[in-house]
């Protein structure tokens, strides 16, 4: 192991419990301001967003996706979500669904 490499402890259990609560708020929420056309809050420069196969920065999907007059208003279907902390203050949220 090189001297980067960062162990960090198992989460404990309520760990686990407040991030899967945490991830599902934030899915909630975040799906309801795209369907609102207000998602852009949730993008910095520093995102990382995969669109259609696409990937680019969230400032780049910020303008070119959201904020064009292209995009549709849509419904999203969440068929899976699944949350994983990372570290002390940040969670991975993967979903997976439909959007209609």
């Known amino acids: 192991m090189n ?13 686990i419990t407040q991030t899967a609560q945490s991830g599902e708020r934030f899915a909630e929420q975040y799906y309801r301001s795209l369907t609102r056309g207000t998602a852009g809050k949730y993008y910095t420069e520093g995102s990382k967003v995969v669109w259609n196969g ?7 999907f910020k303008q070119t996706v959201l904020e064009s007059s292209n995009m ?3 419904h999203v279907d969440v068929h899976a979500l699944d ?6 203050a940040q969670m991975l949220v993967t979903v997976g669904g439909l959007c209609r």
């Open 3 to 15: 001297s980067q490499t960062q162990i960090f402890a198992a989460p404990t259990s309520d760990r």
């Open 54 to 60: 696409t990937g680019m920065g969230g400032a780049q």
């Open 72 to 74: 549709p208003l849509s």
């Open 83 to 88: 949350v994983h902390p990372l570290g002390d």
